[in-house]
């Protein structure tokens, strides 16, 4: 049953380790233009506010499902992660919440145009919606998320679903004046929950079955 | 480009949430009988002894892929992952080395049946290898794993690959005495690194994309 000693010579290019997987083209910061236009209105709300909030959506809309993109951006060499940074401490996917009966493409190209794209020049052809990544469970309004429903919940309060978003060649980010837009390298973004919290700091994972087509001009 | 308002009800099943992945059937625990055969057996040597036999074997093969199998089954309405529990305290999935020039199917089919199936009665057959779910890097010989390769890497040593294998409603596993074939919940591996390394509990996150289909006697 031991290996069969034959001797060949292989191909050592990681490429061919990872031939039967899905490759992935991504292109350099440079190709993108960011401009800005008017900052966003945000709910200020304290944390107990929120969740008198969620209660209450859930109540007339039930579960509650989030969309968000991982857009990604070659620096260096090594493909980085688009997020936007509030406040300097926090980290957020571009994304959001969906309209009830808005299916996950509409909203999640909705919510792109929104915080990527200019006012009114945007249509839902700005976006290449790929396929679901993953998707995080909050089984109750006060936990946090995990990546499966556990049997003893009855009903999830809130579902996010991770879509892979290509970038084309190159285009224009406007980006409202209250959020910043940084591509985050995902050697720092790997394991980092402190900073990046278990959603994106996860995300290295779930792109690992890529190979990534660096396009370089 | 606040919502619009509407209010209509939705669906609240997770179902809905999830209706655009994939599902898995997962069946019973109770539903596999377990059966043993002779020990396997392996190698016994330090980590200077494994470092150097990497590289002599990445001298005459190159880089080295690991293939290794994501295998679910149901108990207490929750998924678990199977895993070879060794000397109590180290956690393996199925798997193994690929052969120089072996696939990745042909490969993990031929490591499954060897420690999971009884010897000679076994077949490909026996194995339904379904999609890479992640892959993991060893840029040099005595480092982490990474899910990413970073650029200043020149020739990875070796590369994991981690394949779902869907099982039957019903098998027989035959495990070599000197392993232990244990069912460990998702929700306890989750994140939980210190019992089981970084690829094993990251398997819940790269799982998470799918629905479980819970099949009952």
Request: charged share 25%.
């Amino acid at each position: 049953m031991g290996d069969d000693g034959r001797l060949h010579a292989i191909d050592d290019d990681e490429a061919s380790a990872a031939d039967q997987s899905l490759a992935i083209d991504i292109y350099p910061l440079s190709n993108y233009y960011f401009g800005s236009k008017q900052p966003l209105l945000f709910k200020d709300e304290t944390l107990a506010d929120r969740v008198l909030r969620m209660k209450s959506n859930y109540a007339a809309y039930g579960l509650r499902t989030c969309v968000e993109a991982v857009l990604l951006v070659e620096l260096f060499k090594h493909p980085h992660l688009l997020l936007f940074q509030i406040r300097n401490s926090i980290f957020k996917l571009p994304g959001g919440r969906l309209r009830p009966n808005e299916s996950d493409i509409d909203g999640l190209t909705r919510k792109l145009s929104r915080k990527l794209s200019a006012d009114g020049a945007s249509d839902a052809s700005d976006w290449e919606v790929g396929e679901c990544l993953g998707m995080w469970w909050r089984p109750d309004f006060e936990t946090l998320l995990f990546p499966y429903l556990s049997s003893n919940v009855k009903g999830a309060k809130e579902c996010t679903k991770l879509f892979l978003v290509k970038l084309p060649e190159g285009r224009k980010f406007v980006v409202p004046k209250n959020l910043k837009l940084i591509a985050v390298p995902l050697c720092q973004i790997h394991e980092n929950h402190k900073t990046y919290g278990p959603v994106i700091s996860g995300i290295p994972q779930l792109l690992s079955k890529f190979s990534f087509n660096i396009i370089e001009n």
